[in-house]
């Protein structure tokens, strides 16, 4: 116990400890330093900067503020500045990329019937930049632009990786849904293959009296269709792209994880990525970065923190529904403070995960364990170890002098937030209502 709370207090004094497992040079228990690099540690390649460059922007006291070069440019006149964050680590554990990415249909894909009335997109972006459908053959596909921040923390091979490989989890899952993405006039099919429906809704309304005395389209008449005992969501287009950006980031963390055993990937990252596809800019966020667009002096927030304090609930019904992820050396309860022995007996104020206020219950044995949520505000950390709920890697971080896995407590989906194009563009919202905003 008495580790637990020297780890408590090294993390309010910033960072994760430094014997935590994952460090810059080290594989994370399969191979250590032994292993590869899975890419080799540099700036982002948008920069182009030489190794002497690279090394003197890893300069603790001067501190140099790097930016593009003049002969550099990116899409949509994109600026970028960096400064490392002195002290923390020997090198910039951040990463970032801006690419345009192309999506072409999967070769023998299915997807719904075409449609043949469908009217060529122009991008109402300034300097007709954006995505715009092309207007030619489906081969040519559609193109997106891509942008990612990766904050990375204990190592930068997670956010090297990400910043790498992220993007191509995002194509690839676009891949399975462009043609029904360009066929924006019919929504999505619930079944790949199907046939869109086009019957009016109205055609199969029947009034009681008819239903009652077996009219036409009454149950048990000859004319009936086959009975649905369901009704049937209607999924829009946005939704398809929301739960491809999901599954990009999955597939990425699930990548880091398995090839961990062959390359050097310490550490872990947030991910904070924006894809502007088909009008429309899709903010998928990971982490405790933040996006913000400002639109004639007004400031619009296009993500939400991660934090455990954000995420209290989630984390500690997931400590009550697998209480062997503690190890027996944590509670999930929270507390306002620290729970003494000699408060044993004694009625103290507590919050559990289905709680958003508080109540007095009276203190046990287990009530004496370190708290799974420790801290308040940037100080909160999970396990003692960790002030981010989200992100991607962080496979073999464990709580300080333990053999406890932080991990599980540890999410890669992100929260997407959408932009429409313009302030008269109505943005549709799926059904679990996802956050948008126009740009």
Known sequence: MLTRVKSAVANFMGGIMAGSSGSEHSGGGCGGSDLPLRF???????????QDEVECSADHIARPILILKETRRLPWATGYAEVINAGKSTHNEDQASCEVLTVKKKAGAITSTPNRNSAKRRSSLPNGEGLQLK????????????????????????????????????????????????????????????????????????????????????????????????????????????GALESAFKEMDLQIERERSSYNISGGCTALIVVCLLGKLYVANAGD??????????????????????????????????????????????????????????????????????????????????????????????????????GLGDHDLKVHDSNIYIKPFLSSAPEVHIGSSGPGDACPRCPEGQRMADI
């Not at 080799?40 to 030489?50: D, I, K, N, V």
């Not at 007004?298 to 009550?320: D, G, K, N, V, W």
């Open 135 to 242: 207007e030619n053959s489906e081969s040519e596909g559609v193109s997106c632009h891509y942008w990612s921040l990766f904050d990375g923390h204990a190592g930068s091979g997670a956010a090297v990786v990400a910043s790498r490989l992220l993007q191509h989890h995002v194509t690839d899952q676009l891949q399975d849904i462009v043609e029904i993405l360009k066929n924006s006039a019919v929504l999505p099919p619930t079944c790949l293959g199907e046939e869109p429906e086009n019957t009016p809704a109205n055609s199969r309304t029947l009034t009681r009296a008819a239903s009652l005395r077996g009219g036409v389209g009454a149950p048990g008449s000859p004319s009936t269709p086959p009975t649905r005992f369901f009704t049937e969501k209607k999924i829009p287009h946005e939704c398809l792209v929301i």
């Open 40 to 50: 080799p540690y540099g700036r982002p390649e948008f920069l182009g900067l030489s």
């Open 289 to 390: 970065s933040r996006a913000i667009i400002i639109r004639n002096g007004e400031i619009i927030p296009m993500s939400s923190e991660f934090t455990p304090e954000t995420e209290r609930q989630r984390l500690q019904y997931l400590a009550f529904m697998q209480p062997h992820l503690l190890g027996n050396e944590f509670t999930h309860l929270e507390f306002p403070r620290r729970v003494q022995r000699k408060e044993l007996g004694k009625k103290m104020l507590y919050r559990d995960f289905n709680m958003t206020g508080w109540a007095y219950k009276t203190i046990e044995d287990d009530d004496l364990k370190f708290p799974l949520i420790y801290g308040e505000g940037k100080k909160a950390r999970v396990m003692a170890t960790i002030g981010v709920t989200r």
